[in-house]
């Protein structure tokens, strides 16, 4: 059955740019773009800072996430998954209470206990690691996860998907020895060039976060030099130009954060790389070294495209919806000229989804063909099938920057789509490929 292509952009006299031409110097309101091709809304009776997602921003989003599970999978990083909430204890262990606590949800008593929605995941990984004893031969230990977390954020900051109170994160802890410590930061800052790349986003600069004056740091001079040297040593490496910035430093130790702008020139951090020695030490941490004593372990905490929510508002931003393949709600829409070829539309349909891709049909019975190409062009692929087409089971494509390409062979067609979406490439059509 034809469906409407999800993709137009009701509402949005910036999408009537020609193709291929995107705004630059001012991005997309991600908030209002985003209800207007139904990505996500909220609703007060959810609350404020919830936002809840609709069926194709929930498709942006397990893109994503499943983007970066692949990816961390090829790295060697296990995946765990942990609870949202833990005891008050927990968090005075790991000194979330005592630095973090105003960011935090109040704790609800729970018969003798009082519980706390958590508001990071790394002292639930610190007690994954506890829980069994570990060789110095099983380091580095990658543990990864996609999970939920929560920030007692005032009304008055939240907006959109940027600042909301439930947080989806894509977080990573490698415990490590301390001459592995580089190498892994490298690692995790290649993963998270090779995303941004895929993404189509350019960070605005990269930013080495130092503790600055105030009481919200451990005190713990001689750890914090030891962990800013490393992270020095590794951007010195990298070749990236960055900048130090004292007093954006998480409480436990320095990072390196990558920032991104929004069209009003604000920035916020998309991706990290912490080195962190303080909570292995209040968590007593250890391995076996070859020596046979315990040693303590660093923690490294990695996320590569930071949280679901702020990733998914800055692709918003940065794309005007127009999403690079492997991440359009819809990837291909099947354009028959007339009611003749609706047979053969859907079957080239339904073949497409059988090769994994979303696509959907748009019939005449949403208008003419022009019309409909208005209608599906933030759709990366968009198959025409006249008579002619039908006849040889051809398929005439017209990408989403203007280019058409003659008509081929259909299935031929749907292959390389998917292999191009498979590599999760930013380019609709290699400018060779004819």
């Given at each position: 059955m034809s469906s409407k292509p999800r993709g137009g952009c009701p509402g949005a006299s910036s999408c009537g740019r020609p193709p291929g031409v995107r705004e630059e110097t001012t991005m997309h309101d991600h908030r209002r773009l985003g209800r207007e091709l139904e990505l996500f809304d909220t609703d007060p009776l959810i609350g404020a800072g919830?936002?809840?997602?609709?069926?194709?921003g929930a498709t942006v989003r397990h893109a994503l996430e499943e983007y970066v599970r692949d990816q961390e999978r090829r790295a060697g990083y296990r995946h765990v998954y942990s609870p949202v909430l833990g005891k008050r204890d927990l968090y005075q262990i790991s000194g979330h209470w005592s630095h973090y606590r105003d960011d935090m949800f109040p704790p609800m008593d729970v018969g003798a206990e009082q519980?706390?929605?958590?508001?990071?995941?790394?002292?639930?990984?610190?007690?994954?690691?506890?829980?069994?004893?570990?060789?110095?031969?099983?380091?580095?230990?990658?543990m990864a996860e996609l999970g939920g977390m929560y920030r007692s954020e005032l009304s008055g900051v939240l907006g959109g998907l940027t600042r909301v109170r439930a947080i989806q994160l894509n977080d990573a802890h490698i415990f490590c020895t301390v001459d592995q410590v580089a190498d892994e930061a490298r690692g995790a800052l290649d993963m998270i060039r090779r995303a941004h790349h895929a993404m189509g986003i350019v960070p605005a600069r990269y930013r080495l976060?130092?503790?600055?004056?105030?009481?919200?740091?451990v005190a713990a001079p001689e750890l914090w030099r030891r962990a800013t040297d490393l992270l020095t040593e590794v951007l010195d490496g990298s070749g990236l130009q960055y900048e130090a910035a004292e007093g954006e430093a998480a409480f436990y130790g320095p990072k390196i954060d990558v920032q991104i702008a929004d069209g009003a020139g604000r920035e916020s951090t998309l991706s990290t790389v912490q080195v962190d020695f303080h909570q292995p030490e209040r968590f007593g941490l250890?391995?076996?070294?070859?020596?046979?004593?315990?040693?303590?372990?660093?923690?490294?905490?990695?996320?590569?495209?930071?949280?679901?929510?702020?990733?998914?508002?800055?692709?918003?931003?940065?794309?005007?919806?127009?999403?690079?393949?492997?991440?359009?709600?819809?990837?291909?829409?099947?354009?028959p000229v007339s009611g003749e070829q609706a047979g053969d539309a859907e079957a080239i349909a339904e073949r497409a989804r059988g090769l994994g891709l979303r696509a959907e049909v748009a019939g005449p019975e949403r208008g003419g063909l022009?019309?409909?190409?208005?209608?599906?062009?933030?759709?990366?692929?968009?198959?025409?099938?006249?008579?002619?087409?039908?006849?040889?089971?051809?398929?005439?494509?017209?990408?989403?920057?203007?280019?058409?390409?003659?008509?081929?062979p259909a299935d031929a067609l749907l292959l390389r789509i998917r292999s191009l979406v498979a590599a999760h490439s930013p380019a609709l059509w290699p400018a060779d490929a004819g």
């Open positions: 919830l936002p809840y997602w609709l069926p194709d519980l706390v929605l958590r508001p990071s995941l790394c002292p639930h990984h610190a007690i994954i690691y506890r829980s069994r004893s570990h060789s110095y031969r099983e380091l580095p230990l990658r976060s130092l503790p600055g004056p105030g009481g919200k740091y250890h391995y076996v070294g070859a020596d046979g004593g315990r040693h303590r372990p660093v923690m490294v905490h990695r996320s590569v495209i930071g949280s679901v929510e702020r990733a998914v508002a800055h692709l918003i931003e940065r794309h005007g919806g127009a999403f690079p393949a492997w991440l359009a709600p819809v990837q291909v829409v099947v354009l022009a019309a409909r190409v208005r209608e599906a062009r933030l759709v990366p692929y968009q198959a025409v099938v006249g008579a002619r087409e039908a006849a040889d089971g051809r398929a005439a494509l017209r990408l989403r920057d203007g280019r058409r390409l003659d008509p081929r």
